[in-house]
């Protein structure tokens, strides 16, 4: 098991777990889970450092289904969605 947090997160905040199943040989896409989703404090940001590394979004930016805020989604290198999710300071 391996767990995650983003710097500054604190001690009983969100993390994130990583697991195993050490008896499975391999995975299949999409089996594992839904999709991580990030707070983020601005979607554009991120996409522009996205582009800076050759990469962009996947889809988006947009906003959520209650209007609320900007959301858009980037695929990591397997091709699993991650969601980024603009919340207001």
């Known amino acids: 098991l391996a767990f995650l947090a983003a710097p500054g997160d604190?001690?009983?905040g969100?993390?994130?777990e990583l697991t195993?199943?050490?008896d499975?040989?391999?995975?299949?896409?999409?089996?594992g889970y839904g999709h991580l989703?990030?707070?983020?404090?601005?979607v554009d940001d991120v996409q522009v450092q996205l582009k800076k590394h050759g990469y962009d979004l996947s889809w988006g930016p947009?906003?959520?289904p209650s209007g609320s805020r900007k959301m858009a989604f980037v695929d990591d290198p397997d091709g699993y969605e991650i969601e980024l999710l603009e919340y207001k300071a």
């Open 62 to 64: 947009g906003i959520t």
């Open 24 to 31: 499975t040989s391999q995975y299949t896409r999409g089996d």
């Open 14 to 16: 969100p993390l994130v």
């Open 20 to 22: 195993h199943n050490w």
């Open 37 to 42: 989703a990030y707070a983020v404090k601005s």
């Open 10 to 12: 604190k001690d009983d």
